[in-house]
């Protein structure tokens, strides 16, 4: 399983388990990147995959927010 696979299902995961509710933003792509060590473009694919699930939504220069 791909870096980006392994991010995305434990976001997933955090998300169906209440972890982050409806409504809630999501850490920071940076702060996201230093919690799974990896690189910000890595971050942005896991999180693109849940966007185009709408699963979550961005706003732009806000951050990443939890679908309602």
């Known amino acids: 399983m791909l870096k980006y696979e392994t991010i995305y299902h434990s976001l997933l995961q955090k998300i169906q388990s209440g972890d982050f509710p409806a409504g809630a933003k999501l850490p920071s792509i940076r702060g996201l990147s230093l919690e799974y060590i990896c ?8 999180l693109k995959r849940l966007e185009e699930q709408h699963i979550i939504y961005s706003i732009p220069k806000s951050g990443y927010y939890v679908v309602e």
């Open 39 to 46: 690189s910000k473009s890595t971050i942005i694919s896991a």
